[in-house]
């Protein structure tokens, strides 16, 4: 079992960045796969970025791609996601998500710890 708190978020202009934190606890967290998601309101929850247990894999939606960084710290159990270049259609509640079992990364149903999510603004 382990639970994810997501920090970070923010009201910020176009353009700017942002640094999103998700905090794991329990000390098998080095295992999880990990990935960050996003929902808009009256939108879908959308895949945004995912990270190998060991970091040696990465993988993003085309839409960040180039603009956000995901990364983790085994050491500290916490995950990140640098968002850079913001633009409005950014703007959504940001989740983490964790699993044990490989799966496809962009499919919500695959993962099976989430955060409460963090909220980010972008004003343009």
């Known amino acids: 079992q382990v639970q994810l708190v997501e920090s970070g978020g923010g009201l910020v202009q176009a353009g700017g960045s942002l640094r999103l934190s998700c905090a794991a606890s329990?000390?098998?967290?080095?295992?999880?796969?990990m990935g960050w998601f996003r929902q808009a309101p009256g939108k879908e929850r959308e895949f945004v970025a995912g990270?190998?247990?060991?970091?040696?894999?990465?993988v993003y939606a085309d839409s960040v791609k180039g603009r956000f960084t995901i990364s983790r710290d085994n050491a500290k159990n916490t995950v990140y996601l640098q968002v850079n270049s913001l633009k409005p259609e950014d703007t959504a509640a940001y989740y983490c998500?964790?699993?044990?079992?490989?799966?496809?990364?962009?499919?919500?149903?695959?993962?099976?710890?989430w955060g409460q999510g963090t909220q980010v603004t972008v004003s343009s």
């Open positions: 998500a964790g699993r044990t079992t490989a799966g496809v990364w962009q499919s919500a149903r695959a993962y099976r710890y």
């Open positions: 990270i190998s247990w060991s970091a040696s894999g990465t």
């Open positions: 329990g000390r098998t967290f080095s295992s999880y796969e």
